[in-house]
């Protein structure tokens, strides 16, 4: 990466902009010029970036034209609002809300390089995947040359970081208030989530399905070049304020070898694999971290064809923000 670009980046002051700017310096990212955007109520805040305060400005009346990319990482109206705008003004945009449909801002997956770019041309957008299926989708491409799915079956046991800021402050208050023996009114989510697990994440649609469970079933079969692989998830929220962990099997057409699954695994970049007999947790190895942890790899139990895994990821870090500024800078290598 040669030259420098300047960035915009909209969700400055929440968990996953935070993170975003820590990674563009610590992966020495070419920023020329940093913009840091918020609502209104955030404006006037500042984030340490590179030695100096950056100044958090409304996003309301910035000019997308001072910038080549924008890290849309602020929630999904927002995006739908400003995207337009954006590619109006000659600036491109990696989305991290999944708020754009696939085929109008295809997911990347960086760790396959160039080879995981769809056809671009700037402007352009691509979307960031999904915390969980970033995890997922690593994991699955380790396992390709001795795994090959036809049917996925996932359950995201997701922190409450994945609802921003406020999920996290939301769990705090309510454990707070339980402890304190202090009766419970719930806020942003629509009962107790401290000490329980909520058995969806946010509203269904009439059959039962949430934008999340949908959008990793759309997102998986993308990512892994799998148009007919059958993706089948359950989003769970968890009394965790950061990191997630998956229960994954995987459907295959005949006998898994575990022996290779596992040496496939051991060998993979971005993938640390928890010895046999113990498993990783969010809490206690992967907040914080770059790598997908993985444990418990087991053939299913009346079926050999099956393979089921353990996977902690840290959402916030490795899921969303490591994984938008990998994104990137193949972006500047090959389009900008």
């Not at 609502?39 to 001072?66: I, K, N, Y």
């Not at 085929?103 to 390089?113: D, K, N, R, T």
């Not at 990191?243 to 993938?271: M, R």
Request: hydrophobic share 45%.
């Amino acid at each position: 990466m040669s030259q420098s670009i300047n960035i915009a980046l909209i969700g400055a002051t929440g968990s996953v902009g935070e993170a975003l700017v820590e990674l563009l310096e610590e992966r020495e990212f070419p920023v020329k010029e940093l913009h840091l955007l918020a609502s209104s109520e955030s404006a006037g805040q500042s984030l340490s970036f590179r030695g100096r305060q950056v100044r958090v400005r409304s996003l309301d009346a910035f000019d997308f034209s001072q910038v080549q990319l924008a890290f849309f990482a602020a929630g999904s109206e927002v995006t739908k609002a400003c995207h337009e705008r954006a590619l109006a003004a000659g600036c491109s945009l990696i989305d991290m809300s999944a708020a754009l449909p696939l085929a109008q801002a295809p997911c990347v997956l960086p760790e396959l390089g160039r080879e995981g770019l769809p056809v671009l041309k700037a402007p352009f957008q691509v979307s960031a995947p999904t915390p969980s299926a970033v995890a997922c989708a690593l994991v699955l491409t380790a396992l390709r040359p001795v795994v090959q799915p036809h049917q996925l079956q996932l359950t995201a046991m997701l922190s409450m970081s994945t609802l921003g800021r406020s999920g996290v402050q939301e769990l705090a208050r309510q454990t707070a208030e339980l402890l304190n023996g202090r009766p419970l009114e719930p806020k942003g989510v629509d009962r107790q989530v401290a000490f329980n697990l909520l058995a969806q994440v946010g509203g269904v649609d009439e059959q039962g399905h949430a934008e999340l469970e949908k959008r990793l079933a759309a997102e998986l079969p993308q990512l892994l070049e799998l148009p007919d692989l059958s993706v089948s998830a359950t989003c769970a929220l968890v009394p965790v304020f950061f990191g997630d962990s998956l229960a994954l099997s995987v459907q295959c057409d005949s006998p898994v070898d575990v022996t290779a699954a596992q040496q496939a695994l051991e060998a993979a970049t971005g993938i640390e694999l928890v010895e046999a007999g113990d498993y990783p947790t969010a809490v206690g190895d992967a907040v914080g971290q770059d790598q997908v942890y993985v444990g418990r790899v087991r053939a299913g139990v009346s079926d050999p064809r099956q393979l089921n895994l353990w996977i902690a990821s840290d959402n916030v870090r490795k899921g969303a923000a490591l994984n938008a500024v990998q994104i990137a800078e193949l972006l500047i290598k090959h389009y900008l």
